[in-house]
């Protein structure tokens, strides 16, 4: 059975920082490609981040240059390093497994002053 399970949301001012961590289980995770998305209230949810198993990353434009995804293959573990964060980025965050219906019941994060 697949699990994934973030952690590390909370509130923040703007400007500041947070690392979510997701942990998984049930899956080869070396072999899968992972992604971070994220669902603002009333908004659809949105890709952010995706790290190949090799550990190549690609984000959404409206993060780049603030947010890093990383892996640890180790530890069936994937992070989101959020800097410079903005109101905007205010959304529950999910991980995912690539191309699969596999998720996480998400981490809220809150970026207010």
Excluded at 1 to 25: F, K, N, T
Excluded at 63 to 80: A, E, P, Q
Aim: net charge positive.
């Amino acid at each position: 059975q697949v699990q994934l399970v973030e952690s590390g949301g909370g509130l923040v001012q703007p400007g500041g920082s947070l690392r979510l961590s997701c942990a998984a289980s049930g899956i080869i995770f070396s072999l899968n490609p992972m992604e971070w998305y994220r669902q603002a209230p009333g908004k659809e949810r949105e890709l952010v981040a995706v790290i190949t198993s090799g550990g190549s990353a690609n984000y959404a434009d409206f993060v780049k240059g603030r947010f890093t995804i990383s892996r640890d293959n180790h530890k069936n573990m994937v992070y989101l390093q959020m800097t410079g964060l903005k109101p905007e980025d205010t959304a529950v965050y999910y991980c995912n497994v690539y191309a699969t219906n596999y998720w996480g019941k998400g981490t809220l994060v809150t970026v207010s002053s």
